[in-house]
């Protein structure tokens, strides 16, 4: 058949994807246990997780009292009141709250790890596998920061609006995932090639791989489902998409071949 070539390069393609996704996610989990890293591993999400435990602290009355009065004003109130198997008003606003409380702090340490933690992530990474990788350094501290900020931001409006999807108890969890997938790899992408890429091959290489990022942001989103585990999952994250991305520039390089966007 003459469409079989074409099938099998298909096949073998991604084949070859799926195995660099996943030898890169193999090698973040390998390296978090170096002493290194595993002494700021948990600083990302502790201290997200502290700030908002404080901000919950002296605001928790005042979002409850807003979120219960939006409740009872819009036409989501009126369906939950309607359709709900159990009286949940009284807890409505408090379950909304916790829906929105929980992907913020998620949020905040991967920003926190995208911002604080890749350069010793990065410096790491390049020093154990690419001690050879030129730093041609196309990103800065200002370009960090635009795409962290942007990334948030975005990811928490498009959260807010796919909050309506949980009252389903089907759709809700999915959607959570892919969210966070597209969120983890908005984060750290930039980060991983700042320091070694020029600004064509950061460019370049991100728009030659967006698909194989969000693939690899999907097992990093499921740490964030582990009690535990999603203590550790930012630090991993930047992990992973360090060796995706480094492994990425250092093949175009020595094939001579730099996509440029």
């Not at 193999?26 to 404080?54: E, I, S």
């Not at 809700?172 to 984060?187: D, E, H, I, K």
Request: glycine share 8%; proline share 5%; net charge positive.
């Amino acid at each position: 058949m003459p469409g079989c070539g074409g099938i099998v390069a298909v096949i073998h393609c991604r084949s070859f994807v799926m195995s660099d996704v996943l030898i890169a996610f193999a090698r973040a989990c390998r390296d978090l246990w170096h002493p290194r890293l595993l002494a700021v591993a948990l600083l990302p999400m502790l201290a997200a997780l502290g700030a908002w435990l404080v901000l919950a602290f002296f605001y928790w009355s005042v979002w409850t009292q807003a979120l219960d009065a939006w409740i009872n004003t819009s036409a989501a109130g009126g369906w939950v009141a309607a359709h709900a198997a159990l009286d949940v008003g009284r807890y409505a606003a408090w379950i909304l709250l916790v829906l929105v409380l929980v992907p913020l702090v998620f949020a905040t340490a991967s920003l926190l790890a995208a911002l604080l933690a890749m350069p010793l992530i990065v410096g790491f990474v390049a020093a154990r596998d690419y001690p050879r990788l030129e730093r041609l350094r196309g990103g800065s501290f200002a370009g960090s920061l635009f795409n962290g900020l942007f990334a948030v931001t975005a990811f928490v409006l498009l959260w807010m609006l796919t909050l309506p999807l949980w009252l389903t108890a089907v759709l809700g969890p999915p959607v959570a995932v892919a969210l966070s997938a597209w969120l983890n790899q908005r984060l750290f992408r930039y980060d991983a090639l700042a320091e070694h890429a020029s600004a064509d091959e950061l460019r370049g290489v991100i728009a030659g791989a967006r698909g194989s990022l969000f693939l690899l942001g999907f097992p990093v989103a499921l740490l964030y489902t582990i009690p535990f585990v999603n203590l550790f999952a930012p630090v991993i994250g930047g992990l992973a998409f360090t060796h995706f991305l480094l492994a990425r520039l250092a093949a175009e390089r020595a094939s001579g071949i730099v996509i440029d966007a």
